[in-house]
């Protein structure tokens, strides 16, 4: 079992939708858990992150971690075609507040904003 | 502006040839990473540094060797044993301590013919 897992759509919504991306993940650690938006044929940008539980909001997006269901979420609210792009979720392990070593990724969600 | 640069963007190679792949960063970042990503599998860590002179293995480090000489520099090279090269290969950084901020330079698309 991979340690996240991303369902890689693709995911075409209407402008103005309320999307919901989501990761499963396996490993119960404390951990970090951040969003990456990637556009085609760039390198990844980070969005936000949480810590192992709860939300965090900004802007037009909120992050949300659910420790029970080992379930991770970014909503896009009142979504624009700008926001037409890869998303990624990723890990980090945490170690008394600081974060080494690797980034375990999803494989991405393909998403598309239609005007 | 501070950033990072990966060069060159594109880059073809015959089979059998080493390649070398840039990576630079005027971030003043101890961490630098590299990954690489296949359509519909996400990054995968290959080899990432801490510090000047030390770095580590990761998840698909076979075939890859890497060098950390300077703070601002972390190439990556990739050796006519990897079995699959093409791909597309990002850079990253961060301030250690910090591996959930990481920030990516614009990635080097390899295509071996």
């Known amino acids: 079992q991979k340690e996240v897992e991303q369902d890689p759509g693709p995911l075409s919504v209407p402008e103005g939708a309320i999307v919901s991306l989501n990761c499963t993940y396996s490993?119960?650690?404390?951990?970090?858990f951040m969003w990456y938006r990637q556009y085609s044929r760039k390198g990844p940008e980070l969005l936000m992150y949480?810590?192992?539980?709860g939300n965090k909001e900004d802007g037009r997006f909120t992050a949300q971690v659910d420790k029970s269901s080992k379930y991770i979420s970014l909503f896009i609210r009142d979504s624009q075609p700008s926001d037409s792009a890869t998303y990624l979720c990723?890990?980090?392990?945490?170690?008394?507040?600081?974060?080494?070593?690797?980034?375990?990724f999803g494989q991405g969600t393909i998403l598309t904003v239609h005007p | 502006d501070g950033g990072i640069t990966q060069s060159p963007k594109y880059l073809f190679r015959k089979e059998g040839q080493n390649v070398t792949l840039s990576c630079e960063q005027n971030?003043?970042?101890?961490?630098m990473y590299w990954y690489r990503q296949d359509p519909g599998q996400g990054l995968r860590l290959i080899y990432y540094?801490?510090?000047?002179?030390?770095?580590q293995k990761g998840d698909i480090a076979e075939g890859y060797s890497v060098s950390r000489e300077k703070k601002e520099s972390f190439p990556l090279t990739v050796t006519s044993a990897q079995k699959n090269p093409t791909a597309f290969y990002l850079c990253?950084?961060?301030?250690?301590?910090?591996?959930?901020?990481?920030?990516f330079g614009p990635g080097t698309r390899l295509t071996v013919l």
């Open positions: 990253a950084s961060s301030i250690e301590g910090l591996a959930r901020e990481q920030f």
């Open positions: 490993n119960s650690a404390f951990q970090y």
């Open positions: 949480t810590y192992s539980s």
């Open positions: 990723a890990k980090a392990h945490n170690a008394g507040g600081t974060s080494y070593g690797k980034l375990t």
């Open positions: 971030l003043n970042h101890d961490a």
């Open positions: 540094s801490q510090i000047v002179n030390d770095f």
